[in-house]
């Protein structure tokens, strides 16, 4: 896939997309689906009773970890994407996404860096904190779904954009960071979608625009 380091060897700044800032998006899910679960089995083990209030106790924690992704999954974005927007040239239009390569994982997290996605007349760019990527519309083949982490949970996925660049095959993962919500995300992501399918086939296409809250 075309790209470009942004890094700068001889004056070595240091990343915001942190593993604690990766970190801290799961830790509070976490904890908070691990509260009903030992609930439950403190019960079980003080009545003997696995069965009544143990059980609803243990088949809540799935429950609030769900809701407490889906809210805390992003927790301090609204700052990373103001120190990105600092480092990172962007036009006011572009979205705040979360990128990887193709055949990465994360333990931490699904976003191998974050930064800006953004198109022009003739291509499609996503500049981040450490790697750039420019696909030329001529190129893109298909723009679609792929599953990642967050899909697994219902709460989101990446937008695939998929291109041939002299002869070679090139894959864009992104998912959008603007919304407070995974789920908010997700929604966006369909709308990308579609906003990119009409804008890759030559049909225009208002821009996708929204900044965190």
């Known amino acids: 896939m075309p790209r470009v380091s942004r890094e700068d060897p001889r004056r070595p700044q240091a990343r915001a997309w942190t593993w604690r800032r990766q970190l801290a998006g799961n830790l509070l899910p976490v904890g908070l689906a691990a509260i009903p679960l030992l609930i439950g089995i403190l019960v079980a083990v003080r009545t003997g009773n696995t069965l009544g209030s143990a059980l609803a106790w243990v088949a809540a ?28 040239p962007h036009p006011s239009a572009a979205l705040f996404v979360g990128f990887a390569s193709p055949g990465y994982w994360g333990l931490l997290d699904a976003h191998e860096d974050v930064g800006f996605l953004y198109r022009t007349d003739d291509r499609i760019v996503f500049s981040g904190e450490r790697t750039q990527v420019v696909l030329p519309r001529a190129g893109v083949r298909r723009v679609g ?21 002299d002869g070679r095959r090139a894959r864009l993962l992104v998912e959008p960071r603007e919304r407070p919500t995974l789920i908010g995300n997700a929604r966006l992501a369909r709308r990308l979608i579609r906003e990119l399918r009409a804008w890759a086939s030559a049909e225009g296409g208002s821009p996708t625009t929204g900044r965190s809250r």
């Open 61 to 88: 924690s799935p429950i609030v970890g769900w809701l407490s992704g889906n809210a805390f999954g992003l927790l301090g974005n609204g700052a990373l994407r103001r120190e990105i927007a600092r480092r990172v």
């Open 145 to 165: 779904f792929r599953p990642n982490p967050h899909t697994w949970a219902l709460l989101g996925g990446w937008v695939c954009v998929e291109a041939e660049v």
